[in-house]
């Protein structure tokens, strides 16, 4: 059974910074490229950063570009996204997902509010 638990939100100022981490089983983590959304209220859900399987490539959303790091661990079947800069348009909830053949898998979210 394919598992995703993510960790590491919260409220932080903006301009603060914060590291999600998406803890992966049930596949094999090495071979599937993985990603991190977000939604925010009222908004579609919108894909923030990609990594391959390999982790030999990364794509970002525009708006996150130079804030946004995905990396990934495959020893300890972890992905995670660090957030420098945060904005208060980065408030959201973030959800991560597995590239699986066939289809794919959520997480259950983890929600960033950035605030004063």
Do not use: H
């Not at 090495?30 to 950063?49: C, D, I, L």
């Not at 794509?59 to 904005?87: C, E, H, P, W």
């Not at 066939?102 to 605030?115: A, E, F, M, N, Y």
């Amino acid at each position: 059974q394919v598992q995703l638990v993510e960790s590491g939100g919260g409220l932080v100022q903006p301009g603060g910074l914060l590291r999600l981490s998406c803890a992966a089983s049930g596949f094999t983590f090495s071979n599937s490229a993985m990603s991190w959304y977000r939604q925010a209220p009222g908004k579609q859900r919108e894909v923030v950063a990609t990594i391959s399987s390999a982790d030999t490539s990364t794509n970002y959303l525009d708006s996150v570009k130079g804030r946004f790091t995905i990396s990934r661990d495959n020893a300890k079947n972890t992905v995670y996204l660090q957030m420098n800069s945060l904005k208060p348009e980065d408030t959201a909830v973030y959800f991560c997902y597995a590239r699986l053949t066939p289809g794919g898998s959520w997480g259950q979210g983890t929600q960033v509010t950035v605030s004063s």
